[in-house]
C-alpha cells in the first residue's frame, strides 16, 4: 500500500478461539448476496449462505485486518443487525463474541445470515481505516466495495469457493479485475444481478469492485489487459484524462521488468473525494491487490498534478505484482484477517517496491539521473524521523504492536534505501551484471504466487542465489541494529551527499515543514521560524505576512488544498500576484514564478568519479 498525503494540509488537520471444525458439502459454493438497489439509510444488506453445517457450533467472522494494510481496522463494527435463520426462516441464537466475530451455537440448523453494512467513508475519521481500504455506499451514484468491508467467512471455511451475487441498479457498472460469470436482468430491466465465481475468500478480499456510471477505458500493454475505472464525482476528469499517462507509465514498468509477466489483466480503480474528510474519503493513496489497485485522491486537485502523483502511486501498486502477491510468505498466504501473524520481511514487501517505483523511471527514461538521486535524497532525510536503529525483521513482524506501528512509514523511506543499497551492492560483487531486479526474477522462478516461503528461511535463499557476502548485508543492516553507512554506498558509485540547494516546493520545505501555517482564525500566516525559499524570496513575502489570494483567487484554511494542488501546476516565467495583509495594511507582491530551492544537502554525482565508479552506476541505473 502506498499513502500519499498533503503534509501541510495533515499538519493542520490531522481475538478470537478457534476451535471446532467445520465441513459443508463439497459442491455448493458459500452464495454471498450484495443489494445495491434497496440501500436503505445508506446501508447495504448482505445475505450469505453457506450451505449445510454438520456441526454443532460455528462462528462467523468479518475482517479485522486485511493484508497490505499493516493496521488493525475492525471491519465488523460497520455491521449492524446480524441475524441467523434457519431453514424455516426462523432466526437462530446468534451470539456477538467481540466488534468482528459472532458464535451461532446451533449451526446444523443455520440457512443463512443477513446484515446490514454501514461505510467508512461517512464516519468520522473514517474510523481510522484508510480510504483506500475502505467503503463508499453513495445511492444510485458510487459503491467503492473493498470486499472485505462487506463479506464475511464462517470458521475454517476460507478455502472453499464462494458466489458473490450483486444486484445493482441498470444504469451502474462494475469495474473490476474480475470477469462475470453472468449477468441477470429483470423484467423491467430496473435492475441487474452481476454473478462472480471466486475459488476461496482470499479472492473475495483481493478483488475490489467499483460500481458507478460507466467511466471506463481499457488499452493493451505488452498482452496485459489495462483497465481504468473512474469515479468523479463533479465530472471534472474522466477515465480518458489519465489514460495516456498510465499507459506510458505501465508499458515503461513492463520494459523494466522484462520476463517476469504475473497478470493477464491489471485494474485501476480511482476514486476522486469531492470533499476530503466531510462525509467523504479524507486520506489519498492505494491499496494492492493481485491483478488490480484501489486509488483514492483528491478531485480538486489539477489534472497535470494529479498524473504525476498517479504514476508515482499507481507504480509502486503495480510493482507488488513482484512482491508481496508473486513473492510472500506462509503469514501472507494463509492470511488469518481476525488473528493475523505478521511477516519479517516489508523490507521487501513495501521496501522493495517503493525502490522500483522509483528505479523504472530513471531506468526507462521518465526522469533524469538527477531527479532520481533528489528523491533518494527525500527519503534520506524522511528516514532521519525514525529509530534508524531498530531492526527491520523485527519491526516488521510486531509492526501492529504499539512500539513499532509508528514506525511503520519508515518502509517507504528506509526500506527503499534497503533495497537501494542491496541492489549497489549486488551490482558491485557482479560485476554490474546483478541487481535487485534479478533477485526478485530468481524468487519469482523459485516461489511464485502459489507457493510461500518459510519467513525465516528467505534470507538464506537470497543468500544461496547471490553471494555469501550479502549474509552480512543482512545481517547488519535489516537483521540488526547498525544504520546503513549510506555514504560508503554512494561512493562506489561515485556519488556524495553535499552542501548546496535542494529543491523544494513553493509552501512545503519538505513533508514536516511548511512555509506557511494558519491561525485561529483560518487565516493563511507566512511562518517566522522557518527560512523561506527562493521563490518566497524573491516574491518579497515576510514572516507573519497574512496571505488572503493569489492570482485573484482568495485562500484560507477551507481551501488550503487549492493552494497546495494548484501551485504544484505553476509554470517558469509565469506572472504571479499575492495580495497580503502586512501590519494591518493590504500589501500587493508581484513577480516571476521561479523554481523553488533551499539550503540543503544534495546528493549529486562526484565530478571526478573514476572509470570503475561510472561503469557501476551505469549498470545500476540503466541496466
Known sequence: MKKFIY??????????????????????????????????????????????????????????????????????????????????????????????????????????????VNDTFDVQGEGGIYSMAGTNILEDKNFLLNLHGFVGYFENLQEKKYRVEIKRPSDLIGGSALEIAETLSTENDESKTDIYNLNRYFEVTDNPIMYGEPDTVS????????????????????????????????????????????????AILLYLSATPGQ??????????????????MPEIMEEEALNESLTDIVSHEFFHIITPLGVHSQEIHYFDYNDPKMSKHLWMYEGITEYFANLFQVNQGLIDNQDFYDRINEKLEAAKRYDDTMSFTVMSENILEDGYQENYANVYQKGALIGM???IRLRELSGGNMGVLDLMKELTQKYGKDKPFNDDELIADIVELTYPEIQNFFDQYVIGTTPIPYSEFFEKVGLEIREGQVPVDYFLKNQTTPYITVNQQGNILVRNDVELNSFLQDLELEAGDMIQSINGTAYSRENIYDLITTSQTWKEGDSISMTVVRDGEEVILESSIVAPTAPGLRLVEIQNADSEQIELRYAWLKS
Not at 281 to 296: I, M, P, Q, R, Y
Open 219 to 266: 488499452f493493451n500493454v505488452q498482452g496485459m489487459e489495462v483497465l481504468l475505472n473512474v469515479y468523479s464525482p463533479n465530472d471534472k476528469f474522466s477515465a480518458e484524462s489519465f489514460a495516456p499517462a498510465m499507459e506510458r507509465m505501465i508499458t515503461a514498468q513492463k520494459n523494466f521488468l522484462g520476463d517476469i509477466n504475473s497478470t493477464d489483466k491489471y
Open 421 to 423: 543499497a542491496l541492489d
Open 279 to 296: 462525509n467523504d474519503a479524507g486520506n489519498f493513496g492505494a491499496l494492492e491487490h493481485h491483478t488490480s489497485t484501489v486509488v483514492v
Open 7 to 116: 503534509a501541510l494540509a495533515m499538519s493542520f488537520a490531522i481475538f478470537s478461539c478457534k476451535t471446532t471444525q467445520n465441513t459443508v458439502t463439497e459442491e455448493q459454493p458459500i452464495v454471498t448476496k450484495l443489494d445495491l438497489v434497496n440501500v436503505q439509510e445508506d446501508r447495504v444488506m448482505v445475505t450469505i449462505d453457506p450451505a449445510e453445517f454438520t456441526t454443532e457450533t460455528t462462528t462467523f467472522y468479518i475482517p479485522k485486518t486485511v493484508p497490505g494494510t499493516y493496521s488493525t481496522s475492525n471491519y465488523g463494527k460497520y455491521s449492524e443487525d446480524l441475524k441467523a435463520f434457519d431453514y424455516k426462516g426462523n432466526e437462530l441464537e446468534i451470539v456477538k463474541l467481540d466488534e468482528n466475530s459472532w458464535s451461532i451455537p446451533d449451526a446444523k440448523k443455520l440457512d443463512k445470515i443477513t446484515y446490514w
